[in-house]
T-cell receptor
Framework: GAGVSQSPSNKVTEKGKDVELRCDPI?????LYWYRQSLGQGLEFLIY????????KSGLPSDRFSAERTGGSVSTLTIQRTQQEDSAVYLC???????????????FGPGTRLTVT | AQKVTQAQTEISVVEKEDVTLDCVYE???????LFWYKQPPSGELVFLIR??????QNEISGRYSWNFQKSTSSFNFTITASQVVDSAVYFC???????????FGQGTTLQVKP
């Protein structure tokens, strides 16, 4: 079946502009995750959705970052007033919902490479 | 604190050699999960294996094997008879608590030369 898809695959934006990154999870996966991968910071967790709810937003780097998920499916990560340090690959992952005593693996999308000039 | 350490930044081997990628983790939780992912040059992270903290059995899948030892907090990954297609960055990751968060190590870049 189809994997996690992300769009756009590449985004170049000017410093100070807002950007929206989109993630389509695997069908049937109720859990959705955003990560950021950069040379200096490695793979960094940003936020997690169970359904449309994000129990913990503390991983978002600043208040310029926000994320939402609608209909338990598509998610959007928005970065306002982008800065050069926001340049990174933004990865989305999805999984089946955790059960009592069992965690499912996360499947990752191809990522969106964001470059802030 | 929760942490994953992959001390080997880069490893280079010649095809058909065996290679072991080390992973050491830290967590205070008694229930946790460990993962290995592969990131080939194409960039997409590929899931390889999941292991929970109550299952210390080693696992073998083809040329891949994993050695989980709670006593040393290690979850090492061995590739037997390496191939050029094994060249990638390999990440070890820890999941504990109910945060949804995978904590990744810094990754080990494996280069397999023909």
């Amino acid at each position: 079946g189809a994997g996690v898809s992300q769009s756009p695959s590449n985004k170049v934006t000017e410093k100070g502009k807002d950007v929206e990154l989109r993630c389509d999870p695997i069908s049937g996966h109720t859990a959705l995750y955003w990560y950021r991968q950069s040379l200096g910071q490695g793979l960094e967790f940003l936020i997690y959705f169970q359904g449309n709810s994000a129990p913990d937003k503390s991983g978002l780097p600043s208040d310029r970052f926000s994320a939402e998920r609608t209909g338990g499916s598509v998610s959007t990560l928005t970065i306002q007033r982008t800065q050069q340090e926001d340049s990174a690959v933004y990865l989305c992952a999805s999984s089946l919902a955790a059960q009592v005593g069992y965690i499912y693996e996360q499947y990752f999308g191809p990522g969106t490479r964001l470059t802030v000039t | 604190a929760q942490k994953v350490t992959q001390a080997q930044t880069e490893i280079s081997v010649v095809e058909k050699e065996d290679v072991t990628l080390d992973c050491v983790y830290e967590t205070r939780d008694t229930t946790y999960y460990l993962f290995w992912y592969k990131q080939p040059p194409s960039g997409e992270l590929v899931f390889l294996i999941r292991r929970n903290s109550f299952d210390e059995q080693n696992e073998i899948s083809g040329r891949y094997s994993w050695n989980f030892q709670k006593s040393t907090s290690s979850f090492n990954f061995t590739i037997t008879a390496s191939q050029v297609v094994d060249s990638a960055v390999y990440f070890c990751a820890l999941y504990s608590g109910n945060t949804g968060k995978l904590i990744f190590g810094q990754g080990t870049t494996l280069q397999v030369k023909p």
